[in-house]
């Protein structure tokens, strides 16, 4: 472990919108791939209900 | 899908590895390992976080800034990587006239231009603290800008043409031509003289970096792997039930029986 503090770990030796930023932006890319294909799945299956009336 | 069940010892001496390339029969067989993707995908990229924030060690040079690493390097992998991919099923799609591979190609973009946006944008949060500049026209972020444009292009090409058909065959040749652009951002750092650094892995030479910085970087890029074929194939399954209009065989999916 090398953090002997919270706010050591939160500060990151002074980068931490460089690295907090870096990371958010990768997970929050995925979260909003994930949530895209989530919705367009939704979609799909709304339409082939639709059709099946 | 039970009709593809090899049923007696000849059938299954018989089994055929081809017949995934049917859409009909790929459909379950993606959804099967969809599943086991995802949870693979999340504990390595949970474990590569772990060790990239609380066990690597800070680095002599650049502080605890360089722990973008973790992100940066893997994304800038897959970025290639999944562009190779495209560009190979697209040809296959050619060579074939493979629907399935048309689909594969179309389902990786996204991923892919995902990867890119998100290379850049972690590149440019790098380089503002170690270089002073959030961009700089050289030779690995020029080119690497435009694998995004490439990968904007494939899929506006796709979404201009209204003949699926002709869509596909279209995009396909942009995808190989582009391809020639991925050694060009690979081999960038060496045929010139770049601000960015060059490779702290190769195949050939011992990795410039601490052990456990190696582990974290290659656990966090086996995730991001899993990952892109997890959302690949949740994005292959719709790019399927849409293209067939009837979509009768997965009716019973969702509970609606034959009709």
């Known amino acids: 472990m090398q953090w002997h503090s919270i706010s050591e770990f939160l500060a990151m030796g002074g980068y931490a919108f460089y690295v907090w930023g870096s990371f958010g932006v990768t997970f929050g890319c995925m979260a909003v791939e994930l949530l895209s294909l989530k919705s367009r799945n939704k979609r799909i299956a709304q339409a082939i209900k ?4 | 899908m039970k ?3 090899p049923k007696t010892d000849i059938d299954r001496l018989k089994f055929n590895w081809l017949q995934y390339a049917s859409p009909k029969t790929f459909y379950p067989l993606a959804g099967k390992i969809i599943p086991w993707c995802a949870a693979g995908a999340a504990i390595l990229i949970a474990y590569g976080l772990y060790l990239g924030v609380f066990v690597a060690p800070t680095d002599f040079q650049q502080g605890e800034g360089y722990r973008i690493i973790f992100v940066h390097v893997p994304a800038a992998w897959f970025s290639m990587f999944l562009y190779l991919l495209m560009a190979l099923y697209a040809g296959l799609g050619l060579v074939l006239n493979a629907r399935l591979s048309y689909m ?11 990867f890119t946006l998100v290379a850049l944008v ?3 949060l790098w380089g503002k603290p170690m270089w002073g500049a959030w961009w700089v026209w050289d030779a690995r972020l020029t080119s690497e800008l435009i694998l995004l444009f490439l990968y904007i292009g494939y ?14 065959k279209a995009s396909a040749v942009l995808a190989l031509v582009g391809a020639i652009n991925v050694p060009i951002i690979y081999f960038s750092v060496k045929w010139w003289n770049t601000l960015h650094q060059g490779a702290s892995v190769s195949l050939t030479q011992a990795p410039a970096m601490a052990a456990v910085m190696l582990k974290g970087m290659l656990v966090m890029a086996i995730g991001f792997w899993l990952y892109s074929i997890a959302v690949v194939l ?3 399954r719709a790019e399927i039930l849409e293209r067939d209009s009837k979509a009768a ?3 019973q999916d969702l509970g609606l029986g034959k009709s």
């Open chain 1, 50 to 53: 639709q059709e099946a009336i």
């Open chain 2, 3 to 5: 009709n593809i069940e």
């Open chain 2, 104 to 114: 594969m190609a179309t389902a990786i973009a996204p991923t892919g231009a995902m």
């Open chain 2, 122 to 124: 972690t590149g440019s």
């Open chain 2, 155 to 168: 899929f506006s090409l796709q979404a201009a043409i209204d003949d699926k058909n002709r869509a596909d």
């Open chain 2, 234 to 236: 949740i994005r292959v």
């Open chain 2, 249 to 251: 065989m997965f009716r």
